[in-house]
T-cell receptor, first 113, second 115 residues
Framework: QKEVEQNSGPLSVPEGAIASLNCTYS??????FFWYRQYSGKSPELIMS????GDKEDGRFTAQLNKASQYVSLLIRDSQPSDSATYLC?????????????FGAGTRLAVHP | DVKVTQSSRYLVKRTGEKVFLECVQD?????MFWYRQDPGLGLRLIYF???????EKGDIPEGYSVSREKKERFSLILESASTNQTSMYLC??????????????FGPGTRLTVL
């Protein structure tokens, strides 16, 4: 069974701080990794994708990938109350001739003023 | 902008009813997916389709079927709804044909309650 694990939270950080969200996955062959943000009652929206080891930055967001440790993270700098949401980690798995995305259960982030 | 629409935001059905959930995307995407999302379990793949008339089972296909008669439309069917199918159902699509790791774009979701 392919797995993607996330701490469910809630992760509570003060406004302006760095929020660090973590994700581990079970399949060493995975090549593509995604972070989605989901507001309550809404559908997931893509924030970042990362395919190579190292860091990838986009505005206040940085995704970090370490394939050897099977670990991907998302850093949110200068956290704002509007960042309060559930963050879903998604990892591709190749199975039965198809690529599928497996999602973690999500980490709930709460940014308080 | 990619637009994925779902026929209903909220739906209430009775046990044993046949239920149709419709998904339409307007960007000529090749691949379409149906997920359900439950608290603590994340998104789980029910069925997917890489082409018209093509369908493949995902991780939890039991109790569901799908139809893709046209490229832009992917329907999820609950042949005989049961209370354990109460969930949020999300449709997604990707541009690239065939198996890929292209970005998935999600519809707004349908919250289905089966009484």
């Amino acid at each position: 069974q392919k797995e993607v694990e996330q701490n469910s939270g809630p992760l509570s950080v003060p406004e302006g701080a760095i929020a660090s969200l973590n994700c581990t996955y079970s399949d060493r062959g995975s090549q593509s990794f995604f972070w989605y943000r989901q507001y309550s009652g809404k559908s997931p929206e893509l924030i970042m994708s990362i395919y190579s080891n190292g860091d990838k930055e986009d505005g206040r967001f940085t995704a970090q990938l370490n394939k050897a440790s099977q670990y991907v993270s998302l850093l949110i700098r200068d956290s704002q109350p509007s960042d309060s949401a559930t963050y879903l980690c998604a990892v591709n798995f190749f199975s039965g001739g198809y690529n599928k995305l497996i999602f973690g259960a999500g980490t709930r982030l709460a940014v308080h003023p | 902008d990619v637009k994925v629409t779902q026929s209903s935001r909220y739906l209430v059905k009775r046990t044993g009813e046949k239920v149709f959930l419709e998904c339409v995307q307007d960007m000529d995407h090749e691949n379409m997916f149906w997920y359900r999302q439950d608290p603590g379990l994340g998104l789980r793949l029910i069925y997917f389709s890489y082409d018209v008339k093509m369908k493949e089972k995902g991780d939890i296909p039991e109790g569901y079927s799908v139809s893709r008669e046209k490229k832009e439309r992917f329907s999820l069917i609950l042949e005989s709804a049961s209370t354990n199918q109460t969930s949020m159902y999300l449709c997604a699509s990707t541009r690239v044909a065939g198996p890929s790791t292209d970005t998935q774009y999600f519809g707004p979701g349908t919250r289905l309650t089966v009484l």
